[in-house]
């Protein structure tokens, strides 16, 4: 048995309080890998398509929580820089699927190794084993969220019909 079973868990809204803050570090130092051309909004876009490809527009207005006139605008702004392409549906004529284009998938590659340059500084001031413990946990925390989001995706078509 090791000493950190012996260990108290902390209470969820401490973690949550942490989280958040390392989330807020997060941008703070994101921020100096600047996102230019592309706004926060339309990177949110951009991640998105990168996850979901060939997504209609009005899924995607969805996943934003936003109409789809203005997401279709913010789509317009995204194809103009070259980094999505609209295809019209060959099931059905009326439906836009976008798509991340290669552009754009250089873009977000780019991004992250910007990002990941700025990660890097943080985590070489850190021991061998905090950076086990950091990378445990968030591993732990990406299972659980994509299971939330997953399951919030699998429940949503239900709270529509109800």
């Not at 941008?27 to 890998?33: D, H, I, K, P, S």
């Not at 949110?44 to 006139?69: K, M």
């Not at 999505?84 to 780019?110: K, Q, Y």
């Not at 950076?131 to 239900?158: H, K, M, S, W």
Request: glycine share 4%.
């Amino acid at each position: 048995m090791t000493v950190t079973a012996f260990r108290p868990r902390p209470p969820a809204d401490q973690v949550a309080r942490v989280t958040s803050t390392a989330a807020e570090l997060l941008e703070v130092l994101w921020g100096r890998a600047s996102t230019a051309p592309a706004s926060a909004s339309q990177l949110r876009v951009l991640f998105i398509l990168e996850h979901h490809d060939g997504v209609n527009l009005r899924t995607l207005a969805d996943s934003l929580a936003s109409t789809p006139p203005s997401t279709s605008r913010l789509c317009d702004r995204l194809q103009a820089a070259g980094f999505v392409d609209r295809v019209v549906s060959p099931a059905d004529r009326r439906e836009v699927r976008l798509h991340l284009s290669s552009r754009g998938r250089a873009f977000l590659a780019d991004l992250r190794t910007r990002r990941e340059r700025e990660l890097q500084v943080v985590l070489d001031q850190m021991s061998a084993a905090q950076r086990t413990a950091l990378l445990d946990g968030l591993e732990a925390f990406c299972d659980a969220a994509a299971f939330r989001i997953n399951d919030a995706d699998v429940q949503e078509p239900d709270s529509r019909t109800a």
